[in-house]
């Protein structure tokens, strides 16, 4: 498995949709997912790939001067816990202190909502992240935004 930096906005928008339709589990919402799949098009953006084939994607998106946020990841799920997610987080951490961040942030949803999610929260915590702060209404009152984060420096 191998993972690279694509700049082309066509490529990153064809495996953005690629990766997360096949994902509804959590990109279930059609115009969310359509948000994420155009947003990410104008980010640094890098893809896994078996043998030719896109199998996962990051990009990350500029929060403030000093802080950089995992946008949107996406793994295929026959490629979970086949580390994927963990060398596309790898990648893009390295791009983010190279660009100068101080620190990585992700929003997720809080960890006791759902099955699946509390898979991510597990995921991004064995990365390294931390609790920051929860925002109970942020998305909507059935989903509490949870927000981790880490130092780059």
Same mark, same amino acid.
């Given at each position: 498995?191998?993972?690279?930096?694509?700049?082309?906005?066509?490529?990153? @928008?064809? &495996?953005?949709?690629?990766? *997360?339709?096949?994902?509804?589990?959590?990109?279930? &919402?059609?115009?969310?997912?359509?948000? #994420?799949?155009?947003?990410?098009?104008?980010?640094?953006?890098?893809?896994? !790939?078996?043998?030719?084939?896109?199998?996962?994607?990051?990009? *990350?998106?500029?929060?403030? @001067?000093?802080?950089?946020?995992?946008?949107?990841? =996406? $793994?295929?799920? %026959?490629?979970?816990? @086949? =580390?994927? =997610?963990?060398?596309?987080?790898?990648?893009? @951490?390295? &791009?983010?202190?190279?660009?100068? #961040?101080?620190?990585?942030? $992700?929003?997720?949803?809080?960890? =006791?909502? !759902?099955?699946? #999610?509390?898979?991510? +929260?597990?995921? !991004?915590?064995?990365?390294?992240?931390?609790?920051?702060?929860?925002?109970?209404t942020l998305w909507d %009152? +059935? +989903?509490?935004?949870? &927000? #981790? $984060?880490?130092? *780059?420096?």
């Amino acid at each position: 498995m191998d993972t690279g930096i694509i700049e082309d906005k066509e490529k990153k @928008k064809e &495996i953005a949709r690629t990766i *997360l339709e096949a994902l509804t589990d959590w990109f279930e &919402i059609p115009e969310s997912r359509e948000t #994420y799949i155009r947003e990410s098009a104008e980010m640094p953006f890098v893809a896994a !790939y078996e043998e030719d084939r896109p199998v996962g994607f990051i990009s *990350l998106k500029e929060t403030g @001067k000093d802080t950089c946020e995992l946008h949107v990841m =996406g $793994v295929l799920k %026959e490629c979970h816990r @086949k =580390g994927v =997610g963990r060398k596309l987080f790898t990648h893009a @951490k390295e &791009i983010a202190a190279a660009s100068g #961040y101080s620190f990585l942030q $992700v929003k997720t949803v809080q960890m =006791g909502k !759902y099955e699946d #999610y509390d898979r991510t +929260n597990r995921f !991004y915590l064995a990365l390294g992240f931390k609790e920051f702060e929860v925002f109970p209404t942020l998305w909507d %009152e +059935n +989903n509490p935004c949870q &927000i #981790y $984060v880490m130092s *780059l420096i």
